[in-house]
């Protein structure tokens, strides 16, 4: 190649460069498919260079030419070139392609990769036009929905079946959810949640009603299951008490432990008959004991109930002491000053409690309207309390009434 050179040089009459511009800016970059011809007035051979689309930064090599159409030194042409991107040269009047040879005493070239490109590099307007950027997060917003494709933590919430819409209307909760991580907040509580019994269908209604045991510590959750245990509730119990409260788990030991104690020293009810209450209506546990004291103070002081009969309408029916102080007292002035239903009938029957007060009363009067409200038992056509209030219409008017339902609608018509 060297001698090939030297011919072309010493006739040069033109330099032909394409895709490679020769400067003393030492950083050159190289085009794709870039080649140059060397012609020679004498019709001397073409030297054709193919080279690689990289950029190159060429070291230790000075050109004393400039960009004026000076060809190159003969040392920059003869320099060794990396085996990423060689320079083929072919010899004509031979058959081969083979590879230049460095000469002795000519430092290598050295390639260094460019670093990426600056934010501050101008681009075309056509390179802008295939750039795709997101919407910015807004810094504010009222709502979650503009997160949620955001964070891989709330898309997998409502994939659980969370609804966000409820949790954004709560205080302070939406801001906790953003900042949460799935992997490290939500996964582990999820699985605890599933091993102590919550159904998994179930797990978004349960994380819709308590957002916030994602950020209670798991040590301390497996505590208080742990204490359920040592107390005697079974794995069933404690998955029924943890569906049915989903705040009971973010009370702690001391806590949970004060509210049993309060309903077996109030009460006077036994151990099992404390659990017993407590599993059919976790909400004792995590519900305020204001409405349950101010219940238990109506029974005994106005409605005149003795502790035996509060114990026995409590285990019966536990929503009595979490009902409505006016819906009691209303029903109970009905059912024993009106109906004449005395205490240890009515103490038989405390489901009476939960019936609404119009049904009571309509049927009521349509007995007495027949000549039938007979509620004594040792008299004859004896209406119970259970049947006067549990069963259905129809059932009601062919056994009790001893009328055809028409009749009791005509009647209630009349009210």
């Not at 689309?53 to 190159?72: E, H, V």
């Not at 795709?132 to 891989?152: G, I, K, M, N, Q």
């Not at 208080?224 to 009370?251: C, D, E, H, T, W």
Request: aromatic share 8%.
């Amino acid at each position: 190649m060297s001698s090939l050179c030297r011919r072309a040089c010493s006739g040069w009459s033109s330099l032909r460069v394409s895709g490679l511009l020769f400067s003393s800016n030492p950083e050159v970059k190289v085009m794709p498919a870039a080649s140059c011809s060397l012609h020679s007035p004498t019709g001397a051979g073409v030297h054709r260079c193919f080279l690689v689309q990289k950029r190159w930064r060429l070291t230790n090599l000075s050109f004393s030419s400039s960009a004026t159409g000076w060809p190159p030194s003969e040392e920059a042409d003869s320099a060794q070139s990396v085996d990423n991107s060689p320079l083929q040269n072919t010899k004509h009047g031979h058959g081969g392609t083979e590879p230049s040879a460095p000469d002795d005493g000519i430092p290598p070239l050295v390639f260094d990769d460019v670093p990426p490109p600056s934010v501050f590099e101008e681009i075309s307007d056509e390179e802008a036009l295939h750039i795709e950027a997101s919407p910015p997060l807004p810094p504010t917003s009222f709502t979650l929905r503009d997160y949620v494709d955001r964070s891989e933590t709330l898309t997998k919430l409502v994939l659980l079946g969370v609804d966000l819409s409820k949790l954004q209307k709560r205080p302070n909760v939406a801001n906790m959810l953003l900042r949460l991580d799935f992997d490290r907040d939500v996964k582990d509580r999820l699985l605890f949640l599933k091993d102590v019994g919550v159904e998994e269908d179930l797990l978004g209604a349960f994380l819709t009603r308590n957002p916030f045991i994602l950020t209670e510590d798991l040590e301390n959750l497996h505590k208080r299951v742990q204490y359920l245990q040592s107390k005697k509730f079974s794995a069933a119990a404690i998955s029924r008490m943890v569906s049915g409260a989903p705040y009971l788990l973010n009370f702690s030991v001391d806590r949970l432990d004060n509210r049993l104690g309060f309903y077996q020293e109030e009460l006077g009810l036994s151990t099992q008959k404390t659990r017993d209450l407590v599993i059919r209506l976790p909400k004792l546990l995590t519900g305020s004991l204001e409405p349950v004291k101010e219940n238990l103070r109506v029974c005994r002081i106005e409605l005149g109930f003795r502790e035996n009969e509060i114990q026995q309408m409590v285990t019966c029916v536990p929503k009595l002491l979490l009902a409505s102080k006016s819906k009691v007292t209303r029903l109970f002035d009905y059912l024993h000053n009106t109906m004449g239903i005395p205490h240890h009938l009515i103490t038989k029957f405390p489901q009476a409690f939960n019936a609404k007060f119009w049904r009571i009363k309509d049927r009521h009067l349509f007995l007495q309207h027949l000549g039938r409200a007979q509620y004594d038992p040792s008299q004859p056509n004896y209406v119970p309390l259970d049947k006067l209030v549990a069963t259905p219409d129809d059932v009601f008017c062919v056994t009790l009434a001893k009328a055809t339902v028409s009749d009791f609608e005509t009647f209630q018509k009349t009210l």
